[in-house]
C-alpha cells in the first residue's frame, strides 16, 4: 500500500508526542497546554496526514492537588475496560522539578476528558511508560527526577512490575546508567526479543538522539547497541522522546519531536522503524512529502 504524510505531521510545538490507534483512528497525545486551556492536548487522525484538534486530555488539579504543573509526557493504554492515561505532573510549592510523578487518569474514551486518578510512582519519577508482557503481566519504565526521596539516581531508567494499573510492586529495577542523562524509555517485543529504547543527550540541543538496547526480559538485564536510531540532521535538531505504534501498513512506526534548525519549538513527525534479524537500525528523521510503497 502507499503511505503518503508529511513531516513536520502537525504545524504546532508539541513534544513528547504519543500515538495510540484505536478502530483505525490515530490519537497523539502530546505535553503542553491545550487551546481550551486544558493540558496535554489531544489530536486524532484517519490517515496520518491530517490531524484535528480533540480537547485537552486533563485538567489542572485544585489547589494542593499533585497535578498543577509540569504536565509532561503522556502515555495511554487500554486496561480493564477503560484507557489509562499515565503522565507526569508535579504540585506547587516544589523546588526546581523536584516534585515531578508520574500519574494516572482515566476514561472511557481514547477521545477523552480523562479524570485524575492521583500518583502512581510515589517517588520522583518522569515519562511513565507502561507495557504489558505476552502473559499479561504489566510493567513500568520510568525516569528517576532530581530530588528521589528513595535515594534513587537522577536521569536513570528504571523498570517496576505492577500489581495493579494503579500500584507497582515497589522494587523498581535500573536498567540504563552509563549516560550523563537518559530519558523517555518505550518497551518493544518482536519475536520473542525485548528492545528496550530510550533517548539521551540533552532535549535542549542536537545532541539529543535515540537509542536502543536488547534483553531477554521485560526487565533485563539489557545490552546497549552501538547504532542510534534517531539523531539530527540539518534539517531536523535533537529528534527524541519517541514512542511505538502500529501503523496503517500494520507495520512497527515511531512517533517523535524534533527541533527546527532554530530550535524555537520541537514539532511531531514520524518514520517507521526499520527492523531486520539483527535489529534496529536508522529510521530517520525524514522531512517534507514522503511517500512510501509498503
Not at 36 to 53: A, E, V
Not at 149 to 173: C, N
Not at 196 to 210: K, R
Request: proline fraction near 9%; charged fraction near 20%.
Amino acid at each position: 500500500m502507499k503511505i503518503t504524510y508529511t513531516n513536520p505531521i502537525i504545524d504546532k510545538g508539541l513534544a513528547d508526542p504519543f500515538i495510540l490507534k484505536v478502530d483505525g483512528v490515530y490519537y497523539l497525545f502530546a505535553t503542553g497546554k491545550a487551546q481550551d486551556g486544558r493540558h496535554l492536548p489531544i489530536h486524532r487522525s484517519t490517515d496520518m496526514r491530517n490531524w484535528q484538534f480533540v480537547r485537552g486530555a486533563v485538567e489542572k488539579g485544585a489547589d494542593g492537588s499533585w497535578n498543577r504543573r509540569n504536565f509532561w509526557a503522556p502515555e495511554v493504554i487500554f486496561l480493564e475496560g477503560q484507557y489509562h492515561l499515565y503522565y507526569t505532573a508535579m504540585p506547587d510549592g516544589t523546588p526546581a522539578n523536584t516534585g515531578n510523578r508520574v500519574g494516572l487518569a482515566l476514561s472511557g474514551s481514547p477521545e477523552g476528558p480523562y479524570q485524575d486518578a492521583g500518583v502512581v510512582i510515589p517517588h520522583g519519577s518522569i515519562d511513565g511508560s507502561p507495557f504489558v508482557d505476552a502473559d499479561g503481566s504489566l510493567y513500568m519504565y520510568y525516569t528517576i527526577e532530581h530530588g528521589n526521596h528513595d535515594g534513587l539516581t537522577a536521569g536513570q531508567i528504571y523498570v517496576d512490575k505492577m500489581l495493579s494499573p494503579r500500584r507497582p510492586a515497589g522494587r523498581p529495577v535500573q536498567l540504563v546508567s552509563h549516560h550523563e542523562w537518559q530519558e523517555g524509555p518505550c518497551m518493544l517485543r518482536r519475536d520473542g526479543r525485548y528492545y528496550l529504547t530510550y533517548s539521551t543527550g540533552a532535549w535542549t540541543n542536537d545532541t539529543y538522539n535515540v537509542r536502543w538496547a536488547t534483553g531477554p526480559g521485560p526487565m533485563g538485564p539489557f545490552a546497549e547497541q552501538p547504532e542510534k536510531i534517531l539523531a539530527s540532521t540539518d534539517l531536523v535538531k535533537g529528534p527524541g522522546h519517541h514512542n511505538i505504534f502500529e501503523g496503517p501498513d500494520g507495520k512497527t512506526w515511531l512517533i517523535y519531536h524534533g527541533w527546527n534548525p532554530k530550535f524555537t519549538a520541537r514539532y511531531p513527525r514520524l518514520d517507521p522503524l526499520k527492523m531486520d534479524a539483527n535489529g534496529l537500525s536508522p529510521s530517520g528523521p525524514a522531512s517534507g512529502e514522503v511517500v512510501m510503497d509498503g
